[in-house]
Every structure is written in structure tokens, then in C-alpha cells.
Nanobody, 119 residues
């Protein structure tokens, strides 16, 4: 089993920055990649970004490209999401995720951290 714990959410004004961090524990070394999803009130959950543990290959949703940066520290088993130029539309609960395989559903989810961007 793999456990994921997010931190770093909060309230920020539009144009500001926040950094989310995800601490993995358990058998996280067995996972292929990790990343972030988010869910805004009244909306479906959506993919934000992901990164592979071994080679650090990254993927981003079009809505966050150029503003968000995902990174990982294999030794610490952490995955961070640096969010810049935040917009009110980025307001959501952000979930850390991890997956055992190259594709398909994500196997592990954190409880989430709230990000609120005020206009």
C-alpha cells in the first residue's frame, strides 16, 4: 500500500503563488508516477500534472501549462507542485495521486488540500 499526504494549500490573491507538497509513504517505490488532480465546486475532477519517478518525465493540463511546475525528490519521496500566476479558476481541492502502471486509473489518492484564489 501507498499513502499520500498533501500540504501547502491555502488562500492567495489572484496573481500569487502557492507550493503544494505531497509526501509518499509505504511501498511508493513500486509506483510508476505521481501527480496532481483537482476538483472545483460543482465540477468534475480533472488532471493537473504528473511526473515519472525514474526519469522525471512531466505532463501538464493545458490550463496550467506555463504557470505550474511539478517536481519530485526520489530520496524524500515527495512530489511538489509550484503554482504561479494563480487565477480564481484554479480554486479547487488538490489531490496527490500515484499509479502503479504506465497508464490507466490512478491507484492511490491523498485526502486533498484546499486552494482558494481570490479575485
Amino acid at each position: 500500500q501507498v499513502q499520500l499526504v498533501e500540504s501547502g494549500g491555502g488562500l492567495v490573491q489572484a496573481g500569487g503563488s502557492l507550493r503544494l507538497s505531497c509526501q509518499a509513504s509505504g511501498r511508493s517505490e513500486s509506483t510508476y508516477n505521481a501527480g496532481w488532480f483537482r476538483q472545483a465546486p460543482g465540477k468534475e475532477r480533472e488532471f493537473v500534472a504528473s511526473i515519472t519517478w525514474t526519469y522525471g518525465i512531466t505532463y501538464y493540463a493545458d490550463s496550467v501549462k506555463g504557470r505550474f511546475t511539478i517536481s519530485r525528490d526520489n530520496a524524500k519521496k515527495t512530489v511538489d507542485l509550484q503554482m504561479n500566476s494563480l487565477e480564481p479558476e484554479d480554486t479547487a481541492i488538490y489531490y496527490c495521486v500515484a499509479r502503479n502502471t504506465y497508464e490507466g486509473e490512478y491507484d492511490y489518492w491523498g485526502l486533498g488540500t484546499q486552494v482558494t484564489v481570490s479575485s
